[in-house]
């Protein structure tokens, strides 16, 4: 690394875009991940599909527990 960096011709916001969303990644654990790639490979579809379906479950029952 440098000692200084020189930022006098840097433009502030240049990459900053209002409403934008961010997909950020989530890592499972190795068991989770290969009983959701089980799940998905019966079920011939993709692992998104699955892990947000498990996830939708789980939040109807935390609703419903309220």
Known sequence: MKKEYDFSKGERGK?????AT???PVYLDGEVLAFVQRIAKKRGTDLSAVVNQLLRTDMQL???AK
């Open 62 to 64: 935390v609703d419903s």
């Open 22 to 24: 961010l997909n950020l």
């Open 15 to 19: 990459f900053y875009r209002r409403g």
